[in-house]
């Protein structure tokens, strides 16, 4: 029986096509564009579920296929895919949740006049994102991670015609770059110091992982560090975040596609295919677990006081990526991957149901909402069920993800563990408030708010589904998902102290909640009338984007400013001057050829007289 996984690159392949075929019809593609994207989405889907399937049956061998691309001298570039257990993950975690998303959107889309080039874009999204899971080497992953981060920008800034929109979208390609220059250099070195050249993982693991002295560890962390320089940069950590937020702008959909599935996962990945290079450096690994350990209470503290509904995902996003990172600097790939497979279920799940809501309510604030829960039922079960995974909440799948990461963060360092706990009830907290805003209480914006159609609320039901069985595939008890996802046998044991500290953090976060924003026994103004100042600093998020603004932006346009007039002045002065002085030499020739014999005559005699003087006044010389 031949594997499956010698297909595999026609999952991306699919997607590819749609968006070929979406671009060659135009808009004149209408809905049948966004049937053509959903069904491409669907077939990857299959083919990712069933190579999957063969790699979960235990018989299937890792398999690669290349080609040479390019060759230069004795030099040779390959190209090409391979297929391992943690490839097949991400592809079946990228299909399930764009063929959602694809599902969804044919209600949130249908009255958009682009639908069918917002279709073309999702496919060439969801294509990128799974050609860079199967990449073969660096070299192919960096040629989709750049396609990613291109297809970001359009997708951000779809509804260009509004300047918040086109706004994002360049701050996020521009953002995103700073990282992408780090990947870029951490190749050119790997290419420089590794034996023949050899960028691929199977040879990155032979060198970094059982080999010894091949690298030195100095280059070997400036490698890491430029590597996570630019998952950093896509998966929105400190201080590389503020893109996340402010993409925001562009369709819900499609904030759910990035932040559960697609570009913010790319940095995670990156991180767990290169992490031989990682272990082989402690400074990296303590570098990625502070960076992440900081990014996941920095952000949550953000979530806490902020009142568009989807920002307050973006932000609570932006920590669930710090925990992974955190799980990856202390060691354990397998909880970093957990966490990412369980997150990506229940944060597309609420951007899903958040744009339910706004495509009932048309407003994001959730300070103009409330009482939806009666009149959205589905929305508001399938909305709370990821809101209490998200919070941590037994037995829901978060709850086991986000155990696996406190329990390698124990292991680690316990400060680690302290700042994750934290993080977790701040979570718990803001989630609590933004469901009991929007759904509990009493009507205080459109009274005529309902619910969704079953084309946008079949794919919550499945994802609430998922977000509440999806953690089961590991426990504390059975650590077969990481041994299967690392083929390496882990010491699971369950962490008495981190399931009873996990889950109270979780229900008491849920619990103020609760008193404060439902029952009303606490006064919701009791910290802003105490401390406007904190509520301030995070209302405007550590004023983190004025201080970029001030130290870099400003200093930018300034240098631009002088850059344009030197160009001005100088450059196109001394262009102008050379211009102007064969002008003013002509008109000067044209008097003096002015074909009247007077004018000759006058001119032959001045100089005959100058000439007189010159030789006379010798004798005085």
Excluded at 397 to 410: I, P
Excluded at 513 to 537: C, E, F, H, N, Q
Aim: proline share 3%; charged share 10%; with cysteine.
């Amino acid at each position: 029986m031949s594997s499956l996984a010698e297909y595999a690159w026609l999952v991306p392949v699919f997607p590819a096509a749609a968006f070929a075929a979406l671009t060659a019809m135009g808009r004149g593609a209408g809905r049948a564009g966004a049937w053509i994207g959903t069904l491409a989405s669907l077939v990857s889907l299959i083919l990712s579920l069933l190579i999957a399937g063969q790699r979960l049956s235990g018989t299937a061998e890792e398999y690669s296929n290349h080609f040479d691309w390019i060759q230069v001298g004795n030099t040779t570039l390959p190209i090409g895919f391979e297929v391992t257990n943690l490839t097949s993950l991400m592809l079946v975690v990228v299909t399930l949740v764009s063929f959602l998303v694809n599902l969804y959107s044919q209600g949130y889309m249908k009255d958009d006049e682009r639908i069918s080039t917002f279709f073309a874009y999702v496919a060439l999204f969801s294509a990128s994102m799974l050609g860079l899971v199967l990449s073969y080497n660096l070299l192919t992953m960096y040629i989709f991670w750049e396609l990613v981060g291109v297809c970001s920008f359009l997708l951000v800034g779809f509804w260009f015609r509004k300047p918040e929109a086109r706004a994002a979208a360049k701050k996020a390609f521009i953002v995103t770059r700073i990282g992408d220059l780090g990947l870029l250099i951490a190749i050119l070195l790997l290419f420089w110091y590794m034996p023949n050249h050899e960028l691929d993982f199977t040879n990155l693991h032979n060198v970094f992982g059982t080999q010894t002295g091949v690298i030195s560890t100095g280059i070997t962390t400036l490698i890491a560090l430029l590597i996570f320089l630019g998952a950093v940069g896509k998966s929105g950590q400190f201080p590389l975040h503020v893109w996340l937020p402010d993409a925001m702008e562009g369709p819900t959909p499609i904030s759910a596609l990035i932040h559960a599935a697609t570009m913010v996962a790319a940095g995670v990945f990156l991180v767990a295919r290169t992490f031989d290079i990682f272990h082989a450096s402690q400074a990296a690994m303590d570098t990625v677990a502070v960076i992440g350990a900081f990014t996941a209470i920095f952000a949550a503290t953000i979530g806490l006081a902020q009142n568009d509904i989807k920002r307050i995902l973006a932000y609570s996003t932006v920590s669930q990526l710090g925990y992974m990172m955190l799980a990856l600097g202390v060691g354990s790939v397998s909880a970093a991957m957990f966490h990412l497979f369980t997150h990506a279920f229940f944060k597309a799940l609420l951007f899903l149901g958040a744009g339910s809501v706004i495509h009932s309510v048309h407003t994001q604030d959730i300070r103009e909402m409330g009482g939806l829960g009666g009149r959205m039922k589905i929305t508001a079960w399938t909305f709370g069920i990821g809101a209490l995974a998200l919070s941590g909440i037994p037995p829901l799948a978060g709850f086991w993800s986000k155990d696996a990461v406190l329990t390698a963060a124990l292991d680690g360092h316990p400060v680690y563990f302290v700042v994750g706990v934290v993080a977790a009830f701040f979570t718990a907290l803001y989630m609590a408030r933004l469901f009991f805003l929007v759904f509990a209480g009493k009507p205080r914006g459109d009274a005529h708010a309902h619910e969704s159609p079953a084309v946008m609320t079949i794919p919550l039901v499945v994802l609430a589904v998922l977000a509440a069985l999806a953690g089961f595939v590991q426990t504390p008890f059975n650590g077969w998902f990481g041994e299967w996802l690392t083929g390496e046998a882990e010491q699971e044991h369950a962490s008495g102290l981190v399931i009873i500290v996990s889950t109270a953090v979780g229900l008491l976060g849920v619990y103020l909640g609760w008193l404060i924003y439902a029952k009303g026994t606490v006064r919701r103004d009791i910290v802003s009338s105490r401390m406007p100042g904190v509520v301030r600093l995070l209302e405007r998020k550590y004023y983190v984007d004025e201080l970029y603004h001030y130290v870099i932006v400003k200093p930018l346009e300034g240098l631009g400013k002088l850059l344009i007039a030197f160009d001005d002045y100088v450059v196109d002065g001394a262009v102008r001057l050379a211009g102007m002085s064969a002008s003013a030499i002509g008109r000067l020739n044209t008097r003096l050829q002015s074909g009247q014999v007077q004018g000759y005559v006058l001119t032959a005699l001045i100089g005959l007289v100058i000439l007189a003087l010159a030789v006379a006044g010798r004798r005085f010389w």
